[in-house]
């Protein structure tokens, strides 16, 4: 319909625009509803948060007001020891949130880069025609079907130093002469993380890359091999290219959801420095300790962070596109 | 003892949420009263028995409201339903640590408890625990405080006594450990105890720390007391564990952990709650009927003295409650010598009453009962009265800041020192 409007833009411009803001004023009635939902359950909560964290509102007067407005003091602020020495507080100045902020990133980058390298591998094996292929594929699924804490409380009995079937199977190996206490150590603890996530979210990426894969038509691939050209040329020249739209979706979804990891650690590292992320730090400081302001000064954070990165790969992304075509 | 509320019942919450919007027209002259508990399995079962004498006497209906996650969401609930003045909820059933975050919300049972005789039969420690201000947050249901768990059998095969102090744990453990290593079993240990970075963990560094007559990390009168030589002392010493006779993974064990590698046998010494007794002698327990219970060791050094950190549970009557008055009769009987007995009985809790440790039908219920009472005389509260709002920050700062020196990445002077700071900023 909307063809034969626009392969006619010289005839009848009125009668176009009317039509067209009919169908735009339609559109938006349709929409109104979608749009009044987003602003109660998405806009309306981020924007209470951005306020609180400007406030020193407390979990037991968030309801009856009394809270004051306290500037910027939750994000930067200091204030003058007896002994004359100055200590910076509010988040910006919190050790322990840096710690987090960098425990985010590089568990985020680890974790994708990870998963999109073996869910790349994954995809490309389930792609290929086998029997029981189809088995296979539903199978593959089941690490991604388990619900995060039932899988991080399975894997936390999993790498139990004394019990654990992990440090068994290394020891019988030989891979290891003493057990190790995987979950505790500082310098195993994201290791330990990086293993689950990597075991639980695999299969996710596999199949996102997997629609990917089968939306490259076949005839490329059969007109390859008719002129002879070598598998991994094919893989780079052809497959990956082509993946890449799929690929950039895949990844964009799962760093969005790595740099607000909180279950997985909070089940299997619960407050260890070592992994501790960004929203755990938020919700210790929403719900267990109740301080309302520093708490949503966080979650703001958190929130600017996360749309950094997204726009920051958008952009890179793109840069990327133009560079392609120019060439 | 948290994980074990953690087991909570979720499948009987939506049955007793609709129970309590149905319920109302049940007694004609009687009111309903509405109790929330994040109670295991047992005390979901036992509640209609625990409070049909109540009821019978009243003609009044107490309803329960299991709460389905761990004692942290519970709180973080509850404080949401407090501070909305939500007046669905009469009798809150609180952790000992909470009275003095959510005092403001909660009645003033001075004068209740006093004339129903509750306050002189109920340990001392116990009602300090519940009291803000000069004013009984909470009345006492339940209590808990945790024990040096050892092997008889391995101690006599050694040759060794009880140990009443840490310097002669870590000695014991350590000579019983390598010489049951040299006889082939590998996997012994000296000690067990919870060392992740949790609430637990504020519980045993807590009892450490006091032991070496360091004080109690915040003092009742509000003093910041943890960075002194003492605390720096203990702290080391527990670090000293971490890989001797503590393996490396006691650095993430919480109870259910520690009991793990104690009921399989494969540990010495351990420190735990009153609930791994039954459990340790279970019939599936490597170590039934081979173990005994005494108070925790003490420090070296001025003010020493064998420290237990005090949990347990108690009632809060809400002050935005419908049934403010049968509230206040319903606490007052659940913490009775009656009641009291009747869980000890039904679900082994430890009762809060002195006398009903000398009660014949409880210790023949529940004969380790007689040595907790002991363990009770030393019991330490956490510093939730001094800090009042700020308690699980200030834990959280401190469990923190020990983690790191068990884990060796922090020594145990500059760990202190920055704590104070800490406390400071959240304190002042």
């Not at chain 2, 046998?265 to 459990?279: E, I, K, S």
């Amino acid at each position: 319909m909307t063809t034969t409007i626009s392969a006619n833009p010289e005839r009848s411009r009125g009668r176009e625009t009317s039509l067209q803001s009919q169908r735009a004023r339609a559109a938006f009635w349709f929409l109104a509803p979608m749009l009044v939902m987003l602003f109660f359950v998405a806009a309306w909560p981020l924007f209470r948060s951005i306020m609180f964290s400007f406030t020193d509102a407390e979990a037991n007067d968030i309801f009856t007001g009394g809270s004051e407005w306290v500037g910027f003091d939750n994000y930067l602020s200091w204030r003058v020891r007896d002994d004359g020495s100055i200590r910076w507080r509010g988040v910006l100045a919190d050790a322990d949130w840096w710690n987090a902020v960098w425990n985010t990133i590089r568990f985020a980058f680890m974790s994708v880069a990870l998963e999109t390298v073996l869910g790349l591998l994954v995809a490309l094996v389930l792609n290929a025609e086998f029997k029981g292929r189809g088995l296979v594929r539903a199978a593959i699924l089941i690490p991604w079907a388990i619900p995060t804490i039932v899988s991080a409380r399975m894997w936390g009995w999993m790498l139990n130093d004394q019990f654990g079937i992990i440090n068994d199977m290394l020891l019988t190996v030989g891979f290891i002469d003493s057990p190790i206490a995987w979950t505790a150590r500082a310098d195993t603890a994201m290791i330990a993380v990086l293993m689950v996530d990597v075991w639980k979210t695999t299969p996710f990426m596999a199949l996102l890359i997997l629609a990917g894969l089968q939306m490259i038509p076949r005839d490329m691939y059969e007109s390859a091999k008719i002129d002879g050209i070598h598998p991994m040329k094919v893989f780079f020249r052809v497959t990956l290219p082509l993946l890449k739209p799929a690929l950039m979706v895949a990844v964009i979804f799962r760093v969005l959801d790595a740099l607000r990891i909180f279950d997985l650690i909070y089940v299997l590292t619960p407050q260890s420095e070592a992994t501790v992320t960004m929203s755990i730090l938020s919700y210790r400081e929403l719900q267990q300790f109740g301080d309302y302001g520093e708490g949503s000064a966080q979650s703001t954070l958190l929130f600017l962070i996360i749309a950094l990165f997204v726009l920051l790969y958008i952009w890179l992304g793109r840069v990327d596109l133009s560079g392609e075509r120019s060439k | 003892m948290n994980h074990k509320m953690k087991a909570a019942a979720l499948r009987v919450s939506a049955l007793a949420m609709a129970a309590a919007l149905v319920a109302p027209a049940a007694s004609a002259q009687g009111v309903e009263v509405t109790v929330v508990s994040g109670a295991v399995g047992a005390a979901v079962a036992n509640f209609d028995a625990l409070v049909a004498p109540w009821e019978e006497r009243t003609g009044n209906d107490a309803v329960l409201v299991p709460m389905p996650a761990s004692t942290t969401d519970q709180f973080g609930q509850y404080r949401l339903w407090l501070a909305a003045q939500n007046g669905d909820i009469d009798l809150y059933q609180t952790d000992v640590i909470w009275a003095p975050q959510l005092a403001e919300h909660f009645v003033d049972l001075t004068q209740v408890a006093t004339e129903a005789g509750l306050i002189e039969q109920n340990f001392p420690s116990i009602i300090e625990s519940q009291t803000v201000e000069g004013k009984l947050v909470a009345i006492p249901i339940f209590t808990d405080a945790p024990a040096l768990f050892y092997r008889t059998d391995l101690l006599e095969k050694h040759g060794r006594e009880v140990p009443t102090t840490w310097a002669e744990l870590q000695e014991t453990a350590q000579f019983i450990q390598d010489a049951e290593r040299a006889e082939g079993n590998g996997e012994m240990w000296g000690f067990v105890w919870q060392g992740n970075a949790y609430e637990g963990l504020t519980c045993d560094a807590l009892e450490w720390v006091k032991s070496f007559g360091g004080g109690q990390i915040v003092e009742p009168d509000g003093t910041i007391s943890i960075n002194n030589p003492q605390a720096v002392q203990a702290l080391e010493t527990a670090a000293g564990w971490v890989g001797t006779i503590s393996p490396e993974g006691v650095l993430a064990y919480q109870e259910e952990e520690s009991r793990g590698v104690w009921q399989t046998g494969n540990a010495v010494f351990m420190r735990n709650w009153p609930y791994a007794y039954l459990l340790g002698n279970g019939e599936d327990s490597a170590v039934a009927g081979s173990f005994d219970v005494a108070p925790l060791p003490m420090g070296e050094g001025e003010g020493a003295q064998s420290a237990a950190t005090l949990g347990g549970w108690n009632m809060a009557v809400s002050r935005y409650g419908d049934q403010q008055e049968a509230a206040i009769d319903l606490a007052l009987y659940l913490g009775s010598a009656e009641a009291q007995k009747q869980r000890a009985l039904n679900e082994g809790n430890l009762p809060t009453i002195q006398s009903l440790y000398e009660d014949a039908e409880i210790l023949e219920a529940n004969p380790y009962f007689a040595r907790w009472q002991e363990v009770f005389q030393t019991a330490v509260p956490r510093p939730s009265a001094p800090t009042q709002g700020d308690y699980n920050e200030v834990s959280t700062l401190f469990f923190t800041a020990v983690h790191s020196v068990l884990s060796g990445e922090e020594e145990a002077a500059d760990a202190l020192e920055d704590l104070e700071a800490d406390l400071e900023d959240v304190l002042e």
